[in-house]
């Protein structure tokens, strides 16, 4: 199970951090992804991590812009969201796949948090 915390409501240029949290102890074992779905639109990735952490991918949208992090001592994953845009407004999921490879691909991972709105006003 994931549980998301963090989004909201920020100006255009501003910050926010997500969090999920896993309740599996394994938590190590899985790859963790991070998608969004803006009003209309389908669900898209932004930013994934290996189990271990030593690599990250990046949506183009989005690179330099998040950063994309776990604390597996923790079973947590982490989304920091800098210079946010309006374009960035979306409801974000995290999840996770029992495997190392990060995909860029949903429909490869298992296990999804509950979603969380993030609205960036202009």
């Known amino acids: 199970q994931l549980v998301q915390s963090g989004g909201g409501l920020v100006q255009a240029g501003g910050s926010l951090r997500l969090s999920c949290a896993a309740s599996e102890g394994t938590f190590r074992y899985y790859a963790m992804g991070w998608f969004r779905q803006a009003p209309g639109k389908e669900r898209e990735f932004v930013a994934a991590?290996?189990?271990?952490?030593?690599?990250?991918y990046y949506a183009d949208s989005v690179k330099g812009r998040f950063t994309i992090s776990r604390d597996n001592a923790k079973n947590t994953g982490l989304l920091q969201m800098n210079s946010l845009k309006p374009e960035d407004t979306a409801v974000y999921y995290c999840a996770a796949r029992q495997a190392d490879f990060a995909s860029m691909n949903q429909y490869d991972y298992d296990y999804w948090g509950q979603g969380t709105q993030v609205t960036v006003s202009s």
């Open positions: 991590i290996t189990w271990s952490g030593g690599k990250t």
